[in-house]
């Protein structure tokens, strides 16, 4: 089953009345940071899941980019391998 431009709702479709989207937006996430997947480069948990078309001419591979250092990877650190890597390399990742 495909989905046509007419099956998309738009978010304020989705959202109730009265509800302020943008101040949820701008609002601190409730997950603990170290309980965050983040990236293997330099530990930021400012990922976001890439979207881009696969076959556009310039994109980078890797499904994810770090909004910190700009690194493309297939594969976040999840909370435990991040633990590990502070321990052996000492710490220092935000």
Known sequence: MSTTHSDVKKASELVPEGFDLEAARRKQSSTLKDDMPKCPNCGSVTIIRKTSRPDHPQRV??????????????????????????????????
């Open 61 to 94: 591979d890797g499904a994810f980019r770090c909004e910190s250092c700009h690194e493309h990877f297939d594969n976040p650190e999840r909370p435990s391998e991040c633990q590990t890597n502070l321990a052996r390399f000492g710490g220092g990742r935000r």
